[in-house]
Nanobody, 124 residues
């Protein structure tokens, strides 16, 4: 059974930083592309960042480029999202996802597995 478990969320002041983790089990992690999305109340799921299986190729949404960094440690079956210069509009539930493809990684429907999410709240 595939499990993706996010951690590292919390409450932070604007301008602060957080590091999210996504621990994967039940799949060959190094064979999957991984992505981060977020969902704010009343809004749709928003793509943030993605990494191909090796981490060699990464992709970012314009809204987080230069502030967020995606990385992965295949030896630990874990993916990370370093978030800097956080803004109140970054407040959302952050979800990680796994895709068996290296294409269309900005599209949530390319992902077969999802975590439950971790809440990030940025106060002004």
């Amino acid at each position: 059974q595939v499990q993706l478990v996010e951690s590292g969320g919390g409450l932070v002041q604007a301008g602060g930083s957080l590091r999210l983790s996504c621990a994967a089990s039940g799949l060959i992690f190094s064979s999957y592309s991984m992505g981060w999305f977020r969902q704010a109340p009343g809004k749709g799921r928003e793509f943030l960042a993605a990494s191909t299986w090796s981490g060699e190729s990464t992709y970012y949404a314009d809204s987080v480029k230069g502030r967020f960094t995606i990385s992965r440690d295949n030896a630990k079956n874990t993916m990370y999202l370093q978030m800097n210069s956080l803004k109140p509009e970054d407040t959302a539930v952050y979800l990680c996802a796994a895709s068996g493809s290296s294409r269309r990684l900005r599209d949530q429907y390319a992902y077969a597995y999802w975590g439950q999410g971790t809440q990030v709240t940025v106060s002004s």
